[in-house]
């Protein structure tokens, strides 16, 4: 399984590139993070460099999908991310659906994320980037956001019919909306262009809660995924810590 870090979640609040150091040191060569628009990108391209730290995904502006008058600026915002992706080698973006829409018919707001999405796939392909379309869990962390179901979102994702644009399944996330993890995993691997995985319940180290984080990693493996398992979880010990016993060091 390729791991990739995430410094905003697994290093919150500690200086970036330190961080980024650290992570390099105890063994990892890549890592994620949320937002570009806020920081130095030229910066991070070089540091990762220099580190030798590959970026498997940021994420692309927070425009809302299921809002059709936010199209333009969801478009806009993906231009941005796109050239920015190619600043830092990263080949995925994350995006988010955005909240659900009280006086809007659910199925209003999915004809507008896949046409929102159908939009944006030739500028995913002509640039060689792809596009993840994040479910969240409404029920701890993200109440009132639209799209919490790995159903409604795979068929999202055929619904579009690129191949670029695909889901980021999230372990943590689907565990408490669904469960049934591999069992939803494993039959639509081909839709899912990147993971994230934390603990549950608390969103801790992999090794907390009630997760089987070994046997749902060789059952992904063993089905032939070849992308990254973003390591998005907030440490209870210190970060490098939790780090070191994924890798067995």
């Known amino acids: 399984m390729k791991l990739s870090v995430c410094i905003d979640a697994v290093y919150s609040g500690k200086d970036f ?25 030229e910066k991070i391209a070089r540091t ?12 692309t502006k927070m425009e809302s999908l299921v809002d059709a008058s936010k199209r333009d600026a ?11 992706a190619g600043q830092l080698g990263c080949k995925v973006l994350i995006a988010q659906a955005g909240a659900e829409l009280a006086s809007v018919p659910r199925e209003e707001q999915q004809r507008s994320m896949i046409e929102g999405l159908k939009i944006a796939a030739p500028l995913l392909e ?3 980037v792809t ?22 979102a795979f068929h999202i994702i055929r619904e579009v019919g690129s ?17 049934n993890v591999l ?28 997760l089987h984080y070994d046997r749902i990693f060789e059952a992904i493996d ?16 210190a970060p490098a810590e939790g780090l070191k016993a994924l890798l067995g060091s």
């Not at 969801?74 to 920015?84: D, K, P």
């Open 163 to 179: 191949p670029n644009v695909k889901l980021v399944f999230d372990i943590y996330h689907q565990q408490i909306m669904e469960g």
């Open 222 to 237: 063993a089905a032939g995924y070849e992308g990254y398992m973003g390591l998005e979880y907030f440490p209870v010990a």
């Open 126 to 128: 002509e640039a060689g």
């Open 74 to 84: 969801f478009v806009a915002g993906l231009r941005e991310s796109i050239a920015v």
């Open 131 to 152: 596009l993840v379309l994040e479910p969240l869990n409404t029920l701890v962390d993200h109440k009132g956001y639209y799209l919490y179901s790995s159903e409604e």
């Open 17 to 41: 590139y330190a961080s980024m150091d650290e992570i390099r040191e105890i063994g990892y060569d890549t890592i994620e993070f949320w937002s570009w628009w806020d920081r130095d990108v």
């Open 48 to 59: 990762a460099r220099e580190l030798g730290l590959g970026i498997a995904s940021v994420c």
């Open 183 to 210: 069992a939803n995993i494993i039959p639509n691997l081909e839709l899912i262009g990147h993971f994230h995985a934390a603990g549950n319940p608390g969103r801790h180290e992999l090794s907390t809660g009630e």
